[in-house]
């Protein structure tokens, strides 16, 4: 969450992303993954389709739809489906999956007054199916700040229709305000994690029972911002007392976090959190031998992904939400029902 002086601004956002889909090779290998058209209509008019696969459109037909979908019999679904109707479009194009890149204006009470949002969809230039080697491309977008507003929001959501697909990678965010004639001023920027999945086939494992494989990289959180790992670290479970007073650890379902009522943490006896204050995952933040990791697990320290300033973290609602230091251990405690301290104290 980034403050705003209550001025008339236009703020501007430049970013590196890159919106990929690396599935074409694995689609290509699976066999009885076959396209077939379902239905061919003219202004609404379901047509025959003759023997030989062929329809007959009439003179001038207008409103045409083309209706096609995966073969009955096939074993699996396509993941990334794209068209082309031969002699009227120049290039293939894709199913309408979007993601977003999402700036959210809110008032000094925290509602929210205003959004906008920039659609991602498609194949960036250049994508060559890895992350490693394909280049990241450069986008400038501007919107203009609403009245009232004293804090805005930038946040990434994949929340397409469910047949959305793909990778949405973004990299170097700078979040600048600019006001009459006044040369840009930086609000935001991104400190940008380096941290990488090895893909070798010593860092890839078989699922149990499966032929797919996976990146043993992907299952925990990097220990610092340049080792091998992810830059989130995922918080899957929520303390709970049972009726004799023994502690236990609950994972978080859409029941059980909708039913939690604190029990542990001393300042929030009895509150029910629900799914917007219950943390999800976090950036990673984790202790390590011979000075590799933070100075303190789970605390903002200068050496964490955004430095000793504060945290992103992302909840159970799907917000995700820039969490100061002073307001750290208060957002993690009514989350995990516990009583975490800050160190030293």
């Known amino acids: ?119 991602a969809t498609g194949m960036s230039a250049g994508w060559d199916g890895s992350l490693e080697s394909s280049p990241l491309t450069h986008r400038w977008e501007t919107v203009v700040v609403p009245p009232q507003v004293s804090r805005l929001m930038v946040a990434i959501s994949s929340a397409g229709p469910p047949d959305t697909v793909g990778i949405y990678v973004m990299a170097n965010l700078i979040v600048s305000k600019s006001s009459g004639g006044v040369s840009a001023t930086n609000l935001l920027l991104s400190p940008s994690t380096q941290n990488s999945i090895r893909t070798d086939p010593d860092h890839v494992q078989r699922w149990p029972f499966s032929t797919e494989t996976y990146p043993t990289d992907l299952t925990d959180n990097a220990i610092n911002k340049k080792a091998n790992g992810t830059s989130y670290e995922i918080f899957g479970t929520m303390a709970d007392l049972l009726a004799d007073g023994t502690g236990i650890s609950v994972k978080k379902t859409e029941s059980s976090v909708n039913s939690k009522v604190i029990k542990k943490y001393s300042e929030a006896l009895g509150m029910r959190t629900g799914a917007s204050q219950t943390l999800l995952f976090l950036d990673a933040d984790d202790n390590g031998s011979e000075g590799l990791g933070s100075t303190h697990n789970n605390w903002p320290d200068s050496e964490d992904n955004h430095g000793k300033e504060g945290t992103c973290m992302n909840f159970c609602d799907g917000h995700a939400q820039w969490i100061r230091r002073i307001e750290y251990l208060k957002v993690l405690n009514m989350s995990q029902d516990s009583n975490n301290k800050e160190p030293g104290i």
Do not use: C
């Open 1 to 119: 969450m980034v403050g705003l002086a209550k001025t008339f601004y236009i703020i501007l956002l430049t970013f590196l992303a890159v919106t990929s889909f690396a599935v074409d090779q694995v689609i290509a290998n699976r066999k009885g993954n076959v396209i077939e058209i379902q239905s061919v209509a003219v202004k609404d008019k379901v047509l025959q389709i003759s023997a030989g696969n062929k329809v007959s459109l009439g003179q001038f037909p207008t409103d045409i739809s083309i209706h096609f979908r995966a073969v009955s019999n096939s074993n699996r679904g396509p993941v990334r489906l794209r068209y082309k109707l031969d002699g009227y479009d120049s290039g293939w194009r894709d199913d309408s999956g979007e993601m977003y890149l999402t700036v959210r204006f809110y008032n000094d009470s925290g509602e929210l007054i205003n959004q906008k949002m920039f659609p």
